[in-house]
C-alpha cells in the first residue's frame, strides 16, 4: 500500500467522526442561537430609542448570527446523511453564509468594544451623536465584508463531475493555487480579518482598566467603567474562544488541501483540530446573546418575568382597543 493510500484511509476513517462532531454541535447551537437571536432582535429594536451604546451594532450582530442559524438546518442535513441533494447553487450560498457570519461577527465585536471604549472616555462627545453613524458604518462594514467573503467560494472548485455535485461544505474541493499565492492571500486574511481586530479589542481593554486606576474616581464613572470593561472582556473571550483556534488552524488545513503537507499524521491532527476550531467559530452564535444579556441592563429588564407581562398586557389590551374601534366604525357606516 503506498502512502497516498494509507493517507486516503486515514481520511476516510475520520469522516464519519467529523461528521457527528459537526451534526452534533450545530444540533445544539440551533435552539439557542434561534431563539437567542430573534430575543435579542426584539428587545434592540424597542432599546434604540432610549440608548447610544452601541445598539446599532448589537442588533448587526445579532442579524449576522441568525443568517448562519437558519442555515445550520441545512448543515446538519447533509452531516446526518452525507449527501446533498439541494443543487451547487444553495450548498455555496450556504458555506458563504458561514464566512459572512464570522467576519461581520468579528467586525461588529470590535465595534461595539470601541463604541463602548470611547463614550466612557467622552461622554459628552457622544451625547448628541445621532445613531446613522453607527448606521453608516455598519452598511459599509456590511458591504467590504460580503465582498471579501466571496473570495470563499470563488476558491472551491465548481467544474467536478455530476457524481460529486452531492458534496458540501468541508468535502468541496478547493482550486489548485500555487504556494506563494496562497501564503500572501493567507497573510492579508489573517491579518485583517483577525489580528487587527484582536489587537483593537485588547488595546480597548488595556486602556478601560488603565482607566479603573483613577485615584479618586466618581461612583456614577466606576460603575459605567465596570460595565464597559465587562463587555469588552467578554468580546475579546469570545475572539479568543470562537475565533482564535480556526485562524489559527485554517492556514494549516489549506495546505493539507492543496497537498503541501505530505505527513499522513500531520494531516491527520490538522483536519481533526480544524473540525473542532470550525464548530468552535460556529459557537458565537449562540454565546452572542449570552453577551448581552450580562453586559447589558436594559437586555435582562426587558426579558425578566414582570416586564414580559406587562408587555403583553400592554399587546393585548391594544388588540381589544382595535377591535373595538373597528366594531364601531362598521356599526357608524
Same mark, same amino acid.
Request: net charge positive; proline share 4%; aromatic share 14%.
Given at each position: ?102 467576519? &461581520?461577527?468579528?467586525?461588529? *465585536?470590535? +465595534?461595539?468594544? !470601541?463604541?463602548?471604549?470611547? %463614550?466612557?472616555?467622552?461622554? @459628552?462627545? =457622544? ?100 460595565? &464597559?470593561?465587562?463587555?469588552? *472582556?467578554? +468580546?475579546?473571550? !469570545?475572539?479568543?474562544?470562537? %475565533?482564535?483556534?480556526?485562524? @489559527?488552524? =485554517? ?83
Amino acid at each position: 500500500m503506498t502512502a497516498n493510500d494509507t493517507c486516503a484511509e486515514i481520511n476516510r476513517d475520520n469522516t464519519d467522526s467529523r461528521y457527528f462532531i459537526y451534526a452534533v454541535t450545530y444540533t445544539v447551537i440551533l435552539v439557542p442561537g434561534l431563539i437567542g437571536n430573534i430575543l435579542a432582535l426584539w428587545v434592540f429594536y424597542g432599546y434604540m430609542k432610549e440608548t447610544k451604546r452601541a445598539v446599532i451594532f448589537m442588533i448587526n450582530l445579532a442579524i449576522a448570527d441568525l443568517l448562519q442559524v437558519l442555515s445550520l438546518p441545512l448543515r446538519i442535513f447533509y452531516y446526518l446523511n452525507h449527501d446533498w441533494p439541494f443543487g451547487s447553487g444553495l450548498c455555496m450560498f450556504c458555506f458563504y453564509l458561514k464566512y459572512v457570519n464570522m467576519y &461581520a461577527s468579528i467586525y461588529f *465585536l470590535v +465595534c461595539i468594544s !470601541v463604541r463602548r471604549f470611547w %463614550f466612557l472616555l467622552h461622554p @459628552f462627545r =457622544f451625547h448628541d451623536c445621532k445613531q446613522k453613524y453607527d448606521l453608516y458604518i455598519s452598511i459599509s462594514g456590511w458591504l467590504i465584508i460580503c465582498l471579501a467573503c466571496l473570495l470563499f467560494p470563488l476558491l472551491r472548485s465548481n467544474d467536478d463531475p455530476p457524481s460529486h455535485r452531492t458534496k458540501c461544505f468541508v468535502d468541496l474541493p478547493t482550486r489548485n493555487v500555487n504556494l506563494a499565492q496562497s501564503v500572501v492571500m493567507m497573510t492579508i486574511g489573517e491579518l485583517i480579518g483577525f489580528i487587527t481586530p484582536l489587537l483593537i479589542v485588547l488595546f480597548c481593554t488595556w486602556k478601560t482598566v488603565l482607566s479603573l486606576q483613577d485615584k479618586y474616581p466618581v461612583a456614577q464613572d466606576l460603575g459605567e467603567k465596570k460595565k &464597559a470593561l465587562k463587555m469588552i *472582556l467578554i +468580546c475579546a473571550g !469570545v475572539f479568543l474562544i470562537c %475565533f482564535a483556534p480556526y485562524h @489559527f488552524s =485554517f492556514p494549516l488545513d489549506f495546505l493539507v488541501k492543496s497537498n503541501e503537507i505530505k505527513s499522513c499524521l500531520a494531516r491527520r491532527v490538522i483536519l481533526i483540530f480544524h473540525s473542532v476550531a470550525l464548530c468552535l467559530a460556529s459557537l458565537n452564535s449562540c454565546l452572542d446573546p449570552i453577551i448581552y444579556y450580562f453586559t447589558t441592563d436594559e437586555f435582562r429588564r426587558r426579558l425578566s418575568r414582570q416586564e414580559l407581562h406587562d408587555n403583553i398586557k400592554l399587546h393585548a389590551k391594544s388588540l381589544v382597543s382595535n377591535h373595538t374601534t373597528s366594531i364601531v366604525s362598521t356599526e357608524l357606516c
